[in-house]
C-alpha cells in the first residue's frame, strides 16, 4: 500500500480526501453486499428452497440450543472439603 504525505495538504483537501474515502467506502460496501446476495441466492436455488425457508430453517436451527441445563452432580470431590469438586 502506498504511504501518501498528508502535511502538504490544507484543511480543505484533506476534508475533501475524507469525503472520497467515506464514499468509497460505502461503495465497496453496497457492491459486497450484492455479491453476497448473489451467493445466498446461488446456494437457495441450488438445494430447491427459497431464501426465506433457508433463512427460517438457520433460525430453528440456532433456537435448539436456548434451553436451561441441569446441573449434574460433581464427577469427583476432594475428601477433606466436600466444597471442592
Known amino acids: 500500500m502506498a504511504i501518501i504525505d498528508l502535511s502538504s495538504y490544507n484543511l480543505c483537501e484533506l476534508h475533501e480526501l475524507q469525503d472520497d474515502v467515506e464514499r468509497e467506502i460505502n461503495s465497496r460496501q453496497y457492491q459486497d453486499l450484492q455479491k453476497a446476495r448473489e451467493q445466498i441466492l446461488a446456494i437457495a436455488q441450488e438445494v430447491s428452497v427459497s431464501v426465506q425457508e433457508l433463512l427460517a430453517a438457520v433460525d430453528e436451527r440456532t433456537k435448539l440450543g436456548t434451553g436451561k441445563r ?7 470431590q476432594n475428601p477433606g472439603n466436600s466444597n471442592q469438586t
Not at 70 to 76: F, G, P, S, T
Open 70 to 76: 441441569k446441573k449434574l452432580e460433581a464427577r469427583c
